[in-house]
């Protein structure tokens, strides 16, 4: 069981990335929903956390994955620039967000 990340962020990406966490950069749309196709094809994959800002873009899509399919869960995270966001508490969202500690 695998959690990977797309992000609109490379702030993100790489300090998500020193927990362990692997993913993807989607500066937009089109490369969100290709990034959410590879999540889909890879068993591995149990959670994918996604920016908000990039979950806006897909809301749509992301609403038919998670009502058609039981895996994987999608979980938004706030990105850097946010209200919401603060360094310190990342990992305390995350683990809030899925019930795992990362």
Known sequence: MR???????????????????????????????????????????????ITDKLKATCEKEIFTIMIERAAPLIVEIPGPGDGEWDRSSMMHYIRDAIGLKV
């Not at 300090?15 to 950069?25: K, N, Q, S």
């Open 3 to 49: 959690i990977f990340l797309i992000s609109d962020s490379y702030d993100t990406l790489h300090g998500l990335r020193l927990a362990g966490i692997d993913g993807l950069y989607a500066p937009g749309r089109k490369e969100a929903l290709e990034a959410l196709e590879r999540c889909l094809d890879d068993p591995g994959i149990a959670v994918v956390l």
